[in-house]
């Protein structure tokens, strides 16, 4: 028996919010100090959103359908890129293609209902629609038939679970972005802060030419333990083979991230990328902090109208001084005990991950109890 549970239509329990965009060509609009989402802020895979990468001002807010989800309200993504979830960590405004969601009275509450739309993410999913981009409309939320505890008390037990081990993660990747945020910093103390005027302006590429990966199709893929890095963000598939060493630096190629630079503790298949590792370069560490600098730089390089693109003689041609050897070697091996942390950290976020991806639908479905 797994105690009393009801069944009942989402919107029975939950509030549907629609956002909105304040009009681009009003600059009164826009670069204010109201954080505004779109999918990009929180496609991470993770609990929490902590921010917005474009603000809007109090008057956009007024003068569009955009609203404001207050600290601890859900975000989930509607279009295109669909059922994409977080929590906000404080207030903030979100355009059209996401819906926010806030429980409704005494009967749940949003930590709890985070977990029930994972645990429900796929049904949304094959609920959607679009002939050019998948879509979720308030209609699905409507039909979404679901079954929750009666106990509210039992709620908060199973989301407890649950909360604990996001918790954790959120505070290692915190930790991390701590931890290389201090690498970019000492970067900036001795490389540029500390710049000697006898230091000759040279181009990356004469103390490094990145390597050009080789593109693999997904269908001549084997599933296997090795990322497939392309033009996204996040890998896109995984593969038996790699032709990279560990770490390995990576750069994206082409698409909406091309410039994107990424640092793996692993060895990965470098599909539409180029990338540096340490057959390339003995200052793997000095390259990455370098190229996240000025990974703006590689942003404002790209070229071609239809599909962005960055080649490796476009990396090759920042400028940077000729550092002496000896202060560049004294930086990579105080990076590796910088970077040592984050893969043991990253290592113990997979763990975290695994458990909690095991735990959701037993606890949201009442195979595992929990006390209360």
Known sequence: MKGKWKKCKFIDVANVIGGGTPSKKIPEYWNGDIDWLTVNDFNHGRKYVHSASEKITKLGLEKSSTKILKKGQIIISARGTVGVIAVLKKDMAFNQSNYGINAKGNITFNDYLYYLLKYKINEL?????GAVFDTITKSTFENLEIE??????????????????DDKIDLLHRQNKTLEQTAETIFRKWFIEDAKEDWEVIHFGEIVHPKRGKNITKSKTIEGPYPVVAGGIEPSCYHSEYNTLEPVVTISASGASAGYVRLYHTKVWASDCSYLDYSVTPYLYFCYVFLKINQHILFDKQTGSAQPHIYPTQIMELELCNYPE????????????????????????RTLENLRDTLLPKLMSGQVKVRI
């Open 125 to 129: 999913k094959q609920a959607s629609y």
């Open 326 to 349: 000896e202060l560049m070697i004294k930086f990579e091996n105080w990076c590796k005990n910088i970077f040592n942390k984050i893969k043991l950290n990253k290592i113990q976020i």
């Open 148 to 165: 929750i505890p009666e106990s509210i008390d039992k709620q908060r037990a199973i989301a407890s679970v649950l909360s604990s081990l």
